[in-house]
């Protein structure tokens, strides 16, 4: 086997690559190959060494680092010969969790990058309201959830998950749902809403199944609506989210579309737990953009 380029993002996770770097390039190496480890110093640098992977002809390039990490990888990697390997190391790790990569087990990780068994599956595009556009590998969301996440990226105490609950505490008092307008497939939904989320993968937030019934390469994207309700109720229902259940209830309506438009007046978009920025947004599936190392399946 070649030299395996490792691309680490050593802020992920609270420092954790620290811990986990060792067992995986160990566990690399028993298994006979040799690990290049690049540190970046940031999202621009990172993207840099994964582009030069890229064109310097790499089978694969490993991706060490979170959501927010593999979010900006993906962008060198869509529509390339190049798959992306993942060593979860961050906060909530959903993608790696939608695609079965181990978590928290670095010797694991390892075996799936030797097995070098490749999945190919699909990406979202999102066209922001100034015209930019992205890839998002897992779910982009709109509403209580994306001032949320502004809000925890104000914060500086506390650390890890717990700041995303404090986050929560604090949005809860303020955040009322607002009426959005969606086409669906040229589909037109008019509603009010706490939340909608676009999921090409199933969950956010470190095991949140917002959109349960994702999966990333059928080539369509899952639309989860939560309809306007009170915040009792939404505090009520909200644990149901880890389970997925959240879907059976009746003020959450479900939608499959390719593409999409999005708007609602004073909203934010994020993906990936990456900042989009402000509706109108148009979003559509990318069918077989990305080729994924992961897990071989069970015989």
């Known amino acids: 086997m070649s030299d395996i380029t490792i691309v680490v993002n050593p802020t992920s996770g609270g420092g954790r690559a620290a811990r986990a770097l060792p067992a995986f390039v160990g566990a690399l190496q028993t298994g006979g190959a040799r ?5 970046s110093r940031d999202s621009d640098d990172l993207r840099r060494m994964v582009a030069e992977a890229r064109d310097a002809g790499a089978r694969m390039v490993v991706v060490a680092g979170g959501d927010g990490t593999l979010h900006h990888a993906v962008q060198e990697l869509a529509g390339s010969p190049t798959a992306l390997a993942i060593l979860p190391i961050g ?56 001032f949320v996440n502004e809000r925890a990226n104000r914060m500086r105490w506390p650390r890890g998950k717990a700041r995303y609950v404090v986050a929560i505490a604090g949005e809860l008092r303020t955040f009322r749902p607002v009426e959005y307008t969606a086409a669906l497939d040229g589909r037109e939904v008019r509603d009010g809403a706490m939340l909608v989320a676009v999921g090409n993968g199933i969950s956010y937030g470190g095991g949140m199944k917002v959109c349960p019934g994702a999966v990333p390469d059928d080539g369509l994207l899952d639309i989860t609506w939560l309809h306007a309700v009170s915040t009792p109720t939404f505090i009520r229902v909200f644990p149901s989210v880890f389970s997925g259940s959240h879907v059976d209830k009746p003020f959450v309506s479900t939608y499959q579309a390719r593409e999409i438009s999005l708007d609602a007046p004073g909203q934010l978009a994020y993906a990936d737990g990456e900042r989009i920025g402000p509706l109108p947004i148009s979003i559509r599936a990318c069918p077989g953009a990305l080729s994924v190392v992961v897990p071989a399946p069970a015989p």
């Open 35 to 39: 690990a290049v480890v690049r540190a």
């Open 91 to 146: 906060t909530g790790d959903d993608n790696a969790r939608t695609l079965g990569i181990p978590l928290k087990d670095p010797a694991r990780a390892a075996g799936a990058v030797l097995g070098a068994h490749v999945r190919t599956i699909d990406l979202g595009e999102v066209t922001a309201a100034d015209g930019t556009q992205r890839y998002f590998l897992g779910v982009l969301s709109a509403g209580f959830d994306s």
